[in-house]
């Protein structure tokens, strides 16, 4: 069952490669900005332990079953799926689960680039000495007056998508591995300065009960988002770490790596939870404060202490960096299979792609300002309508694409995956791939994928729709 197929696209120079890039595309603004914002919004500890529970349980089997289906298949995924499937003697259309998390990953571009882009503008900001010395009251309307202005969230946006494009146009092994050997350890020591920070604040404790404080009655309502935040900080569901595995070397191990890659993932969410929480407290401010919650409690505490804005000045400068890995590792998956497709450059087939993204991006700019009465999806008292401006309930712009692939392409894909590395390929290919010595241990990583990752995503569907 042996496996000679080459990638056209490039290999890592080890495995170490391999872990670099995808705890570079799982450590993002998925860690630092979303996590500890829908611990406010879903309640706190009841939200933590069911996003732990899906990570372990689900996130972290179905990023194995994607490392070893890329790795098989050494191609973009929609074709390794596609190639896959046949030598399997199964059905082509498998490959549609890949391309559906194709358009997936592009649409989360499309508003990860706005919202990286404030990471930029809060650079300039401390940089200029902006915040020494801020209340609560002034951070928040510091935070309101930058998504007010469509224009200068439309430079930091197109800034960031340039830059993504650039990385992905030269080639991803070439560019980014450097920096991001040194970035994402910096990344961390600046994550546990700030809980420093947060301990002096005296509200740790509260900080520390609200994260972890479990009320079995607040379950229900954040389950479906508690998996979906957990494919989202993960990146999986997508192909993003499908395509990273296609460029892994064949003698790394499979499970130590993403394994190595879930821990590490969990550990900045939880530190960066840690560190936010008890200035939130600190600063009366809402922990339900929805997206504006890590852009409007850091500069409290950058402005407050001892070289404050010099040490907000290089955490900006890391959330920037740890979105950009995780950004071209939305873009890469789409740009791999057009290159593989059509044969054109790869620099103009990223220019072609990122563009786009640029252009739905726009929309999630336009959804904190002028464009905030635009609602999609809405239930209304007459019944329900995909768009409606002014409605009362509904989603914005900017809601709607982050529910539809959060909520549901997210985990709709990353099923697919486990099922199709469960019970699509042989098992001995897949025992070829993972190469794990221990039978006992085989069958037990084996059941989590074939079994209990597609039954957890199920639950939770079902779950949430006889809510
Ligand atoms: N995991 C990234 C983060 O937490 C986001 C991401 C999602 C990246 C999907 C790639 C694919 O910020």
Redesign the pocket.
Known sequence: MANDKVSIHGVWASRWVFVLAATG???????IW?FPYMTGVYGGGAFVVMYLLCIALVGVPIMLAETLIGRRGRQSPVNAMKSLAIEADSSRRWSLAALMGMVA?LL?LSF?SVVAGWSLDYILGMGRGDFAGISGDGAGAAFGKLTADPWRLTLWHSLFMLGTGLVIARGVVAGLERSLRIMMPLLFVLLLVLLGYSLTTGHFMQGFDFLFHFDPSKVQGGILAAMGHA????????G?IMVYGAYMPKKASIGATVLAVGLL?TLVALTAGLALFPIVFAAGLEPGGGPGLMFVTLPIAFGNIAFGQLMGLVFFVLVAV??WS??I??LEPAVAYFVERSGQSRVRVTAVLAFICWLIGMGTVLSFNVGAEAKFFVFGDDGFHLYQWGAEGGRNFFDSIDYLTSRIL?PLGGLAFAVFAGWVLKREVVRDELAIGHPLLFGLVYWLVRVVAPIGVLIVFVAELTK
């Open positions: 595309s799982a450590v993002g603004l998925g860690n979303k990953a989360i990860y494919f989202f900080t993960l990146s999986v569901g997508v993003s993932d740890a979105a995780s950004s590792s939305m997210l």
